[in-house]
């Protein structure tokens, strides 16, 4: 009751500052201007919000929900929810010789984190770093990809299955998801190498498998670090496509 007593109030506010706009606008000073549509934009900022009540009130129009994880992201107790979306354009859809009609629309990522008044504040939004789960994977299918929570952590998660994986690790800081690890396995039959990097400390492992090309023989590793040039920190909400991220 105490929402929709709020929520008619804001509103009969906006309504008032609308009309008396008109009729006071040439009369106020120009601080005083300012300092009204300061008022008006943030009451009218608070309606919007409180619309949204649910997860799936965030997606963008042109988008549908393709998936929808949740977890604790900032080790505050409550369940924040990672909606991955996926675009609706028709030119997207294409006709493949052998598979058919597949749809090519690239994928986003939203996060949003759980309020205290069990409402959704949205931290990151980015529609389409991801390609779509229909590309072209030449000899072996596309690579499939998945995201996951554990331990705070945000995990993007690729894999190849035989030819193996690779995994993104990303930490809340700065209002964003920091990029903060990596994580690969090479193969085929048996496992090639495997990479590790820690872009907080700067150090990269690499496994090689010294028996790689004696599919018979036990996976033996000779292990080596080595540093790695962490120029700039890479951010969740900045990521174009993560098709492109090497390292």
């Known amino acids: 009751m105490k929402n929709i007593f709020f929520s008619v109030s804001i509103l009969t506010a906006l309504f008032l500052l609308e009309s008396c706009n008109k009729s006071k606008e040439s009369q106020l000073p120009p601080a005083a201007k300012n300092e009204a549509l300061s008022v008006e934009k943030a009451l009218e900022d608070h309606v919007k919000t409180a619309e949204k009540k649910k997860p799936s009130d965030f997606i963008p129009k042109g988008f549908v929900l393709f998936n929808e994880v949740e977890g604790d992201l900032n080790s505050d107790g409550r369940k924040d929810h990672v909606l991955i979306i996926k675009g609706t354009e028709k030119d997207k859809i294409v006709t493949d010789e052998y598979r058919g009609k597949l749809d090519r629309n690239r994928r986003g990522i939203i996060i949003l984190f759980k309020t205290e008044d069990n409402s959704y504040k949205k931290i990151v939004e980015n529609k389409n770093c991801f390609s779509s789960e229909n590309e072209d994977g030449g000899v072996y299918y596309a690579p499939e990809m998945e995201v996951s929570i554990n331990k705070n952590n945000l995990y993007v998660n690729y894999m190849h299955g035989r030819y193996g994986y690779w995994t993104y690790t990303f930490k809340f800081r700065k209002n964003d998801f920091q990029l903060i690890g990596y994580d690969a396995s090479y193969g085929g039959p048996i ?45 969740l909400s900045e990521i174009k496509d993560f098709d492109e991220l090497t390292f």
Do not use: A, H
């Open 191 to 235: 496992v090639q190498n495997e990479t590790s990097i820690n872009f907080l400390t700067g150090k990269k492992q690499f496994k090689d498998n010294i028996n790689k090309d004696e599919e018979d023989r036990e996976e033996v590793f000779k292990e080596t670090w080595s540093k790695i040039d962490v120029q700039k920190p890479v951010f």
